[in-house]
């Protein structure tokens, strides 16, 4: 079983909750650390710090846009009410205007009064039953969320397992092919040395090819390479957020792919430590996105 994640995702929710109607969207994309960034009504930005919370025991990176739509439902408690001093100073205001403009003023209806900033009075929200709906249909929009990124992770390990099964595949046929290389090399050197008219000493000559030998081995790189495409693979099933982990990994893949090709004395092996390259490149960019 796999635990990545992605850090990409989305997901929407409307819940009802008493006379209220909580609408949350949630969109993540993938970041160093965990960036949220909150676009709430006034009337719930006292829960600002709890809801940061909330999202923080659910994602450890990303960078995640919030925005909650609050609606009162018809029918609610909502009761309005008038600032009464308010519009006698408006009609007061008012009439002195069209005193000094005469009849170029025109005329007013009750509702253009009543657009009036201030003049219509609502009663103050319930903090404590905003609180608990909006709390609790963020959880269930957090769950949703952590899903699609579940879902989108569990391919992209899909992806990066089979590509590191693919690197064992060649680091196992370099090892393999190792002593063919080293004695097709011995067989060179010797063809060349024979058309030499002057022979060399045999002792000299063995302590030259086994120096050779040790420069153009690669057992170590090679052995390097299985173990970090091994801890790779360990970590795709690991149940905290792995992401840096396996960047890291990925770049001492690259350095050991890196030196195996430099010590190539070979056309496959070569051309192996270019497909690990490849390879390594493909699942940088995979790793990227992964929690």
Request: hydrophobic share 40%; aromatic share 4%.
């Amino acid at each position: 079983m796999t635990y990545i994640r992605s850090m990409t995702g989305f997901a929407g929710s409307d819940q009802q909750a008493g006379e209220w109607t909580f609408g949350w969207e949630l969109r993540s994309v993938n970041h160093r650390y965990l960036d949220i960034s909150l676009k709430l009504p006034d009337a719930v930005r006292f829960l600002e710090p709890e809801i940061r919370s909330r999202i923080g025991a659910h994602l450890k990176r990303g960078r995640i846009d919030v925005l909650l739509n609050l609606r009162r439902n018809s029918g609610g408690n909502g009761e309005l009410s008038l600032d009464r001093d308010l519009l006698k100073s408006l009609f007061a205001a008012a009439s002195e205007v069209k005193s000094l403009a005469g009849e170029s003023l025109g005329t007013y209806s009750a509702l253009d009064v009543l657009r009036w900033p201030g003049v219509m009075l609502q009663s103050e929200p319930d903090r404590e039953v905003l609180a608990e709906g909006a709390l609790a249909s963020l959880e269930t929009t957090l769950v949703q969320l952590v899903k699609v990124r579940e879902t989108e992770g569990a391919q992209l390990a899909s992806l990066i397992e089979g590509r590191c099964r693919q690197m064992q595949e060649l680091a196992a046929g370099a090892r393999k092919r190792m002593p063919q290389v080293l004695a097709a090399l011995r067989q060179r050197l010797m063809a060349r040395l024979a058309e030499l008219t002057a022979k060399p000493d045999p002792d000299r000559l063995e302590q030259e090819l086994v120096y050779l030998a040790q420069k153009l081995d690669v057992d170590e790189e090679i052995d390097r390479l299985e173990t970090h495409l091994g801890e790779v693979l360990q970590a795709l099933h690991k149940p905290d957020p792995v992401g840096r982990r396996l960047d890291f990994l990925l770049q001492e893949l690259n350095r050991e792919a890196n030196t195996l090709g430099s010590k190539s004395a070979d056309a496959e092996t070569t051309k192996a430590s270019v497909e690990m390259k490849v390879l390594i490149e493909q699942m940088r960019e995979q790793i990227q996105n992964i929690e």
